[in-house]
């Protein structure tokens, strides 16, 4: 696997993935998830999103991917991260700053993410800490040029990845979500949780 790819296999036992998923609710009770929309096409993509924390990544046909500090459709600031969420980031990302975005992602069963960098944090030196619940997923991972060799890994509820240095820099996406594979969440379908760094500490 490439280097700097950490992942730790059910680093979340059963009990904190659903203590997690009930805060996760919360969040989105005043935050709710959205459609984010590709710049320039107008191109919906297939996963919902909402985020927590002082920046949320937000994306729409005329202003394109960037962070900021308000919902994109209540226009109010961002709930908190959740303890449950951050203590994952102190216990793993061994970075003095804490996390200034958490991005959650809603994949309904049939949702997938194309292959993409992340590119538009100020901080590329923090790490990029990621958690899988719900049903598991094929994640797919390669070098940042296009049409080089990738990789598949399960992502199953549970799971955190820690992703620096050159996986930080990654092309990486989700190729599809194997609808009824877990038992935490009301409905088939996944969420993806993301801790990032956007401006420089
Ligand atoms: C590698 N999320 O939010 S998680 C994303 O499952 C994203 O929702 C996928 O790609 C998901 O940008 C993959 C694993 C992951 C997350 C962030 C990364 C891998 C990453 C950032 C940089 C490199
Ligand atoms: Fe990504």
Known sequence: MMDGFKLHRAYLDRAAQAAMVKDIRECLTSAPLFQPVMPRTGKSFSVRMSNAGPFGWVSDKA????????????????PPIPDSILSVWRALAD???????????????????GLHRDT????RDAPVLSISLGDSAVFRIGPPEKGAKTASVKLESGDVCLLTGPA???????????????TLLNAPGRINVTLRRVSVP
């Open 168 to 182: 930080r820099e990654s092309r990486h996406g989700i190729d599809r979500v194997l609808g009824g594979s877990s």
């Open 63 to 78: 202003g394109g991917y960037r962070y900021q500090a308000r919902h994109p459709v209540t226009d109010t600031p961002w």
């Open 120 to 123: 538009d944090e100020d901080d």
């Open 95 to 113: 970075y003095d700053a804490e996390p200034e975005a958490c991005l959650i992602n809603w994949y309904a069963p049939d949702a997938k993410m």
